[in-house]
């Protein structure tokens, strides 16, 4: 069975509530919004760090070239994805930040 957890990003405060399991529970807790909820892909990148929703990672392209792109949910797929990549997420790629603490590494060199 996977597991459910949930991160919230601050907007006021500029940073991440992690952890939770009950989304329902969490947004109310949170109880406005100035929070953005983040779900855990249930997946961990190659050093085992977990992948959430938001993160940006980094990957080799199909001529080994790095990549970085966001994590992104597609409700039609009802699955988790990198925008561009034609693999499913997988052990090969690293979570290198998010949007909020590091919309920097999205800009092109």
């Not at 779900?39 to 938001?54: A, P, R, V």
Request: some cysteine; overall charge negative; aromatic content about 14%.
């Amino acid at each position: 069975m996977r597991l459910i957890k949930f991160r919230a990003w601050d907007k006021r405060r500029k940073a991440f509530y992690a952890d939770h399991q009950n989304s329902e529970s969490f947004a109310e807790d949170l109880g406005n919004d100035n929070y953005v909820l983040q779900q855990f892909t249930g997946l961990l990148d190659k050093n085992g760090k977990e992948i959430y929703e938001g993160d940006i990672c980094e990957y080799a392209d199909s001529y080994n070239e790095k990549r970085a792109n966001v994590i992104t949910w597609d409700e039609r797929k009802a699955a988790f994805y990198i925008p561009g990549r034609a693999y499913p997420i997988d052990y090969k790629i690293e979570v290198m930040g998010n949007i909020y603490e590091n919309p920097e590494l999205l800009q092109p060199a």
